[in-house]
Nanobody
């Protein structure tokens, strides 16, 4: 994976939904990958939201931060080289800049460090999500 381009952010009222999309270039669907969503609040470090991986000893997996479980769903469309983040029941505290990122399963310790932004070399430009 190489450059990522996010879209789908915007403004929504609390309880509403948004779906973020991230299209990757230089992507090889036959290679193992790790694709993740992160968010960043002003003046704060990026935090992991969710990630999806393939390959590795466990065959891959899907990971969510505690705040995302039950509300957010990460998925990908191989044919479109697109990663999605469906966000439901949004809260004002979800307001942040959201980024997609790409890495390899080995880089993230086959899942152990999925939420470590320093393990992802490829990033998109970000898309703003505002919940009022």
């Amino acid at each position: 994976a190489d450059v990522q381009v996010e879209s789908g952010g915007g403004s929504v009222q609390g309880g509403g939904s948004l779906r973020l999309s991230c299209v990757g270039s230089g992507y090889n669907p036959h290679s193992d990958y790790c694709l993740g969503w992160f968010r960043q609040f002003p003046g704060k470090e990026r935090e992991g939201v969710a990630a999806i991986t393939t390959g590795g000893p466990g065959g891959g997996g899907v990971y969510y931060a505690d705040f995302a479980k039950g509300r957010f769903t990460i998925s990908r469309d191989n044919a479109k080289a697109t990663l999605y983040l469906q966000m439901n029941t949004l809260r004002p505290e979800d307001t942040a800049m959201y980024y997609c990122a790409a890495s390899t399963p080995r880089n993230i310790g086959y899942g152990a460090e999925w939420g470590n932004s320093g393990k992802y070399p490829y990033w998109g430009q970000g898309t703003q999500v505002t919940v009022s």
